[in-house]
């Protein structure tokens, strides 16, 4: 998956074009469309086609991050991800993804919103942003004896895959599994 046109734009309004190396708000040597890197030096100087370039390269790089988070994502939400991998860090998107459901994600996203421990506005309203992006075409959750019988008919796996499934998905394994027994037993 690519990210779309409209998100490479948001992150760049949200990131800024600066053709000279500045530190930002967490003390980091940024450049371009908030390129950093061991390339990046004091004083350095590009032209706003570098920038570019560098945007382009670190985009494909992040877009790589997302995907290898292994979630089934609609365009929204992969684009949300990438913006906010862009921002926070592989780490941190590792981080946000874990042990989360969608919804969780969406909604934890808004914790990273401080540089150096202080909130910044302008992180706020990307983060904001990010989860509406993220949450906007989130399917209806299934009624839970509509997914038990689906977990009875194989759609969700097995063991820890399909626990995880589930809970990504928004589901509660317990609650779920509970209905599924129910089901079984013919009650």
């Not at 998100?7 to 309004?13: G, P, Q, S, V």
């Not at 053709?19 to 980091?28: D, E, F, I, M, T």
């Not at 969608?102 to 914790?111: K, P, T, V």
């Not at 097995?158 to 129910?182: F, M, P, S």
Request: charged share 25%; proline share 2%.
């Amino acid at each position: 998956m690519k990210t779309s046109a409209a998100t490479l734009n948001k992150i760049a309004e949200f990131e800024g074009i600066r053709l000279k190396a500045y530190r930002c708000p967490a003390g980091v040597l940024t450049i371009g469309v908030g390129h950093t890197g061991a390339d990046v030096k004091e004083g350095m100087e590009i032209t706003r086609e570098q920038a570019m370039e560098l945007f382009r390269q670190d985009i494909a790089k992040f877009e790589k991050y997302v995907t290898a988070t292994g979630l089934e994502l609609t365009q929204n939400q992969f684009d949300a991800l990438v913006s906010f991998a862009y921002n926070c860090g592989a780490g941190n998107l590792q981080k946000l993804v874990k042990g989360r459901n969608y919804q969780q994600i969406g909604n934890a996203m808004l914790l990273y919103d401080k540089a150096k421990g202080r909130v910044l506005p302008g992180l706020t309203r990307r983060r904001q942003w990010e989860k509406a992006l993220f949450l906007s075409d989130r399917p209806q959750l299934k009624s839970i004896p509509t997914v038990a019988q689906e977990v009875i008919d194989g759609k969700w796996g097995n063991g820890i895959d399909r626990k995880n499934r589930l809970h990504a998905a928004g589901y509660d394994y317990a609650t779920v599994q509970k209905e599924v027994n129910r089901m079984l037993r013919g009650k």
